[in-house]
């Protein structure tokens, strides 16, 4: 069993940065990738970006340029750097990791979920 905590959510205006973080703990050993997932209200969860075991990074189109993750593997944890925040950026972000390392892209593929941080961007 794989536990996640998310935390560095928060109210920001457009064009600030959050760094939000994601730790893990229990059975890690068996996580191949960790992602970041986000739901606004009335939307799908939708991808933001994942990384696997071995560095492999994907990001969502809208995205691309503004959000980076990284991975501290001593600490278990893994970061969201968003920058130029926007209001339609405003959504719950939520940590996942999964046992496999294909269809990262889909909410369905991973196994263990956080329990969500808040964002909110005022414009």
């Known amino acids: 069993q794989v536990h996640l905590v998310e935390s560095g959510g928060g109210l920001v205006q457009a064009g600030d940065s959050l760094r939000l973080s994601c730790v893990a703990s229990?059975?890690?050993?068996?996580?191949?990738?960790t992602a970041w997932f986000r739901q606004a209200p009335g939307k799908e969860r939708e991808f933001v970006g994942f990384i696997t075991w071995n560095g492999g990074i994907s990001y969502a189109d809208f995205v691309k340029g503004r959000f980076t993750i990284s991975i501290d593997n001593a600490k278990s944890t893994v970061h969201l750097q968003m920058n130029s925040l926007k209001p339609e950026d405003t959504a719950v972000y939520y940590c996942?990791?999964?046992?496999?390392?294909?269809?990262?892209?889909?909410?369905?593929?991973?196994?263990?979920w956080g329990q969500g941080t808040q964002v909110t961007v005022s414009s």
């Open positions: 996942a990791a999964s046992r496999n390392n294909f269809e990262l892209i889909t909410p369905e593929t991973y196994d263990y």
């Open positions: 229990g059975s890690t050993y068996n996580i191949d990738a």
